[in-house]
């Protein structure tokens, strides 16, 4: 359900793959949403959030040390973009993802979807390729 496309190629090949590995970790979730035979899922959301935040860390990182390294003007607003993202992650209630955790991934995985494609679509594919 959750795959990386053609059309989100930035055509900065180690985004592009980073960004791959976003969309798996969404189609984890997914599929944990989906599996009606773990009734308790708080775990496996715990799980999927941490990893999600630890990737999207280093993801996050590496893109901004591409930006400034080819000195690419657009950097201040993806970083104040990343950070608003990295945020909204910190800020999720785990209490509430106990209460009701299909509700809990459908959101995550609304925002998540919704902000990668918007933020790769809009932002990301503006940098400019890799030289190579």
Do not use: C
């Not at 997914?30 to 990893?51: G, M, S, W």
């Amino acid at each position: 359900m959750y795959e990386f496309k053609d059309t989100y190629k930035t055509n900065v090949d180690f985004v592009d793959k980073e960004h791959r590995r976003l969309f798996e970790i969404a189609e984890e979730a997914y599929q944990l949403q989906q599996n009606e035979f773990i009734p308790d899922k708080y775990d496996h959301i715990v799980t999927i959030l941490e990893e999600l935040r630890a990737y999207t860390k280093t993801h996050f990182a590496h893109e901004e040390a591409y930006m400034k390294k080819i000195g690419y003007k657009g950097m201040f607003t993806q970083k104040v973009q990343h950070d608003a993202f990295i945020q909204k992650l910190d800020g999720i209630d785990l209490g509430a993802l106990d209460e009701n955790s299909d509700e809990a991934i459908s959101d995550i995985l609304k925002f998540l979807t919704d902000w990668l494609v918007d933020h790769i679509l809009n932002v990301d594919k503006l940098l400019p390729a890799e030289e190579g």
